[in-house]
């Protein structure tokens, strides 16, 4: 299984989704299994020989591979792969809603066009995420641009989620960037929850405990009238 977390392990997806707290938090605070296509970018080389020698894969991009995300709610496109054009048009050939990233230094008009690669392709289920651009501080992991929020609603129709997590590298700071989000207008948090972050294997020291998410959800709803 490949999943947004996929270095803390599959079993701790699925721990935290059997409680109902997994780590796509999207307009009804609900949860999802989301697989996360930056892995395919960051371990590409070992990926595809695995495929290759596996299942006989040559081609990240083919269509054959989809039948293994049959179980997946959703596609992530990390920030690093926006402008992988060849992964973004295999995604607009299939039907699972895809997740956008917004690359590193993307201008709101490069993250639109990197989208419409997906849309043109028939592919009408995207979902825009800003989750932190890089800028001059280094205060945080990066600069939280609540910004894009109502500037991208007001450009295209597509849903604009945020990630603190990322934005901020640090979990003390993760509730107070996700309640500005909503605040900010957006449809939906993305949120890195594990439940023992000092045993995580990636990303640990952005990881929200499930009690800490479940306020988090409950400030939300709050702050956005629901």
Same mark, same amino acid.
């Given at each position: 299984i490949f999943s947004s977390d996929y270095a803390s392990g599959a079993d701790d997806? =699925?721990?935290?989704t059997r409680h109902g707290r997994g780590r796509l938090a999207a307009a009804k605070m609900g949860s999802a299994l989301l697989i996360d296509l930056g892995v395919f970018a960051l371990c590409f080389s070992s990926f595809l020989a695995v495929m290759y020698f596996a299942f006989g894969f040559d081609d990240i991009t083919s269509a054959e591979l989809l039948p293994l995300f049959d179980g997946i709610d959703m596609l992530q496109v990390g920030a690093r792969n926006m402008q992988n054009y060849a992964l973004l048009q295999a995604l607009g050939r299939q039907k699972k809603p895809v997740l956008l990233k917004?690359? =590193?230094a993307a201008t709101y008009e490069e993250?639109?066009?990197s989208a419409e690669y997906i849309l043109r392709e028939g592919n009408p289920n995207v979902v825009l995420c800003e989750r932190g651009i890089r800028s001059y501080q280094s205060g945080t992991r990066g600069t939280l641009d609540l910004a894009a929020v109502p500037v991208m609603q007001s450009l295209t129709h597509l849903p604009? =989620?945020?990630?603190?997590?990322h934005a901020a590298g640090v979990s003390e700071w993760v509730s107070a960037l996700g309640r500005a989000a909503v605040a900010a207008g957006a449809d939906g948090l993305m949120v890195e929850v594990h439940p023992e972050p000092d045993r995580a294997l990636s990303d640990g020291q952005q990881a929200l405990l499930p009690e800490e998410f479940a306020q988090l959800a409950e400030d939300a709803r709050r702050i956005a009238g629901r």
């Open positions: 997806i =699925l721990r935290c917004r690359g =590193l993250w639109m066009a604009v =989620l945020v990630d603190p997590s």
